[in-house]
């Protein structure tokens, strides 16, 4: 689903595996689809953190390999932080959502998702059956 995941050493352009947050929490790429709600942030630092900053970033859908200019969907505005569903509105399965940060020195956290779809079934029964599984079994 997503492109490549970094990790570097630390110092002033340090990006954890994942540097997408959503809602303030890192981005759970398994369970994120079309239908995704919240508010994307691009952080460097540990996303978990309340020391993780906040660094700019373009959002924008890739159409057929075409970009998609259109509405919060633009590959020239900076934004710190977006409600996605706003993008993913104009989204079609098997786009794809780039996160591209603003600034060049921080290009190795850019995130390319393809948007598939998804088994609805597993998202709503899946976390029914994880809790069913936990305790001693009887």
Not at 14 to 38: E, I, Q, R
Request: with cysteine; net charge positive; aromatic share 8%.
């Amino acid at each position: 689903m997503v492109g490549t995941t970094t990790f570097s050493k630390g110092g002033e352009n340090y990006f954890y595996g994942n540097p997408l947050v959503l809602n303030g929490k890192p981005l759970d790429y398994s369970t994120f689809w079309k239908g995704t709600k919240g508010v994307l942030a691009l952080v460097k630092g540990n996303p978990s953190s309340s020391d993780a900053t906040r660094v700019p970033f373009k959002v924008y859908l890739k159409h057929e390999g075409q970009v998609v200019n259109k509405g919060l969907s633009s590959d020239t505005r900076e934004l710190y932080e977006v409600e996605i569903a706003h993008i993913l509105a104009l989204a079609h399965f098997g786009d794809e959502l780039i996160i591209e940060p603003a600034q060049k020195s921080d290009a190795k956290a850019k995130r390319v998702i393809k948007l598939a779809k998804i088994d609805l079934m597993y998202m709503i029964l899946g976390p029914l059956l994880a809790k069913q599984k936990s305790g001693d079994g009887c």
